[in-house]
């Protein structure tokens, strides 16, 4: 059981330059989520999402988008990249609002922006 | 708006020791807490995950526990061992966050040989 898989690991953009972070889950949870972390600090919320073509903004959404075509796949999208995105990205799914199971995650996307 | 704040911020010890990490967060209105493990380099592994009707939670040498009322939560590891050298964050899941997790900053631990 695959779990939570992000690619790519590891990327170094151009300032200006844009990508997408792919994130696909196989638990058949619902809820799925893009989280930042920088240095030293807790991660938080980019983006939600509850289910196929549901998506909502968390607490620092500026600067990226997202889409939520299938229950499988939350691709996190930067369109114009810049130095203060440099982080860790990480995916989490859920089977449900995660009341009572935990959120599971990804091993992260490495990200700089030079 | 929910914080989360642990101490301490990194913690050494030497092996066998017990030791106890402190989460605080503002608001009581939660779900859950969860206390997570992070490797460096990994992702975010589930250690315990606690319902705000709970008291506490254990698996192995782990336990924690949650006062809600007071807006704490401690996680006690027994007889630690190197092998438990991680960053372990705390993240509560707020009745109007909407399914969100506020996490903590974490605490960095080094367990000595």
């Known amino acids: 059981n695959a779990g939570v898989t992000q690619t790519p690991k590891f990327r170094i953009l151009k300032i200006g330059q844009s990508m997408t972070l792919q994130c696909t889950q196989d638990?058949?949870?619902?809820?799925m989520y893009w989280y930042r972390q920088d240095p030293g600090m807790g991660l938080k919320l980019i983006y939600y999402?509850?289910?196929?073509?549901?998506?909502d903004k968390g607490e620092v959404p500026n600067g990226y988008n997202v889409s939520r075509s299938t229950t499988e796949d939350f691709p996190l999208r930067l369109e114009l990249a810049a130095p203060s995105q440099t982080s860790v990205y990480f995916c989490?799914?859920?089977?449900?609002?995660?009341?009572?199971?935990?959120?599971?995650f990804g091993d992260g996307t490495r990200l700089s922006i030079l | 708006k929910q914080e989360v704040t642990q101490i301490p911020a990194a913690l050494s010890v030497p092996e066998g020791e017990n030791l106890v990490l402190n989460c605080s967060f503002t608001?009581?209105?939660?779900?859950?807490l969860q206390w997570f493990r992070q490797d460096p380099g990994k992702g975010l592994t589930s250690l315990l995950l606690?319902?705000?009707?709970?008291r506490e939670q254990t698996s192995g040498r782990l336990n924690a526990s949650l006062d809600k009322s007071s807006g704490r939560s401690t996680l006690y590891i027994a007889a630690s061992q190197p092998g438990d050298s991680a960053t372990y964050l705390c993240?509560?899941?707020?009745?109007?966050?909407?399914?969100?997790?506020?996490f903590g900053e974490g605490t960095q631990l080094t367990v000595n040989p």
């Open positions: 608001d009581s209105a939660i779900y859950n």
């Open positions: 999402s509850v289910g196929a073509g549901i998506t």
């Open positions: 989490a799914s859920s089977y449900e609002g995660g009341k009572y199971q935990p959120q599971h």
């Open positions: 606690i319902q705000s009707s709970q």
């Open positions: 993240a509560v899941n707020g009745e109007t966050s909407g399914s969100r997790l506020t």
């Open positions: 638990m058949n949870h619902n809820y």
